[in-house]
């Protein structure tokens, strides 16, 4: 299985609407990704006269697919910022 660590900022500001904050601005950066090698599970597509095998990640929903093509995302840190005294701009 593939696994894709990533960390997530929340920038939060207060406004009339939304007295008690509310996040503005979600960003998410990929930290690291540990590959989990070629697929163990190939599916045979055909057209016409043509076959060829494809990983099953491409053709098969996410439950269908072998351990090596499943992606797993990891939340490393969660962190919520309030720029400034949190009024909009």
């Not at 950066?29 to 090698?37: L, N």
Request: with cysteine.
């Amino acid at each position: 299985m593939t696994i894709v660590i990533v960390d997530i900022e929340h920038v939060t500001h207060t406004c009339p609407v939304h007295p008690d904050g509310h996040p503005y601005d979600i960003r998410r950066t990929v930290v690291d990704v540990i590959p989990g090698g070629p697929c163990r599970a190939p599916v045979t597509v055909r057209c016409g006269e043509q076959t060829t095998l494809i990983p099953c990640h491409r053709h098969e929903p996410a439950k269908r697919q072998c351990g090596a093509c499943r992606v797993i995302v990891t939340e490393r840190t969660i962190t919520t910022r309030t720029p400034n005294d949190g009024n909009a701009a």
